[in-house]
């Protein structure tokens, strides 16, 4: 007989409900909020808010889509943390309610945790999956880790970001070339119409497996700063340029720590996921070191590496086979590691 999980995810400013089959997705429906773009970074109050308006549509229409009755869900998963503590609340109090409503066990699962698993969301039953142990680069606005997974429970973070993380970088040196909110993916698409060698930022040195990448923004921030004494139009002139050795100098940082956790270690597969693995430079340089290196390396689709119930469902229905509920009682938590 078939597990079906229902995936509730209501971090940050997406709201988004999924349903699984042992694994395979039967959908994925995700409500995304443009009013934050005002402001130039999202906005909790207003995020909150939203949530409150879309998460009943929303979920809904994932069970619609998924053609099931709700009387077949065997769990409810939904995001305990990290997260906004307003929008986690909507999801966590909404995910409650229904599981007292229909009788089933309801699993928290760590956002983080979510990213980590995502390669096991199956879209058939051919799509491969990791074996373990497997080595994870989890990049995202809040977070870089280097993450050896053993199994769906068993996580060891061999590295992290000490200060700033790298979604983060791309977002801040983004919004100081005036570049629209989220600058991520605006960076990424000038990018490719830029010399990378043009500008050279600080590579910051940290121990171990570790990341740091507050020197970087401020290298950025200054080169921008002293330029435009000089020029004040040296941002629209070189904007390509920039936003090209900005990225260069990001993956390098990243794939500089990632490379040696991965030489050091002997593990054969990696894998990378959270929302800066959208970005098309991080993805083909794991891609180009996998294939110098005679490596199994699994690249997220992109609608997988931004904030989806999806990878909280497949996270969720692993604690469900383990037997892993979570107290009614239970609060969100808006920090934590993996």
Do not use: W
């Amino acid at each position: 007989m078939s597990t079906i999980i229902l995936g509730i995810e209501s971090s940050c400013d997406d709201t988004s409900a999924a349903v699984i089959e042992d694994c395979i997705l039967r959908s994925n429906v995700i409500a995304s909020q443009k009013v934050h773009e005002a402001y130039g970074g999202v906005v909790p109050e207003l995020a909150s808010r939203a949530h409150q308006q879309n998460i009943v549509p929303v979920v809904s229409e994932a069970i619609r889509q998924a053609g099931i009755d709700k009387s077949q869900i065997n769990a409810i998963a939904f995001t305990r943390g990290p997260g906004l503590p307003g929008s986690l609340h909507v999801g966590t109090a909404f995910a409650k309610g229904l599981a007292l409503a229909l009788g089933i066990p309801l699993v928290d699962v760590n956002h983080l945790h979510g990213h980590t698993l995502s390669h096991f969301i199956k879209e058939d039953e051919h799509t491969q999956v990791p074996g373990f142990p497997y080595l994870c680069l989890l990049i995202s606005g809040g977070n870089s880790q280097i993450i050896k997974v053993n199994a769906p429970g068993d996580m060891q973070v061999l590295g992290q970001t000490i200060d700033d993380a790298a979604g983060e970088a791309f977002d801040k040196c983004a919004k100081s070339m005036g570049l629209p909110y989220p600058g991520g993916p605006i960076i990424d698409r000038l990018a490719h119409e830029g010399n990378p060698n043009h500008f050279k930022f600080a590579h910051p040195h940290v121990d171990g497996y570790n990341y740091s990448f507050s020197g970087l923004k401020t290298s950025f921030l200054y080169t921008l700063r002293d330029q435009l004494k000089l020029n004040p139009n040296f941002v629209e002139e070189n904007k390509a340029d920039l936003a090209a050795g900005l990225q260069k100098t990001i993956i390098e940082i990243l794939m500089d720590k990632f490379s040696k956790a991965i030489a050091d270690t002997g593990i054969k597969t990696i894998a990378i996921g959270g929302g800066v693995s959208a970005n098309s430079g991080v993805r083909e340089a794991v891609q180009q070191y996998a294939d110098r290196h005679h490596l199994k390396a699994f690249i997220p689709k992109r609608s997988f590496t931004t904030d989806n119930a999806a990878m909280i469902a497949v996270a969720g229905y692993f604690k469900y086979l383990d037997h892993q509920y979570c107290d009614i009682t239970l609060p969100p938590f808006a920090r934590v590691t993996i």
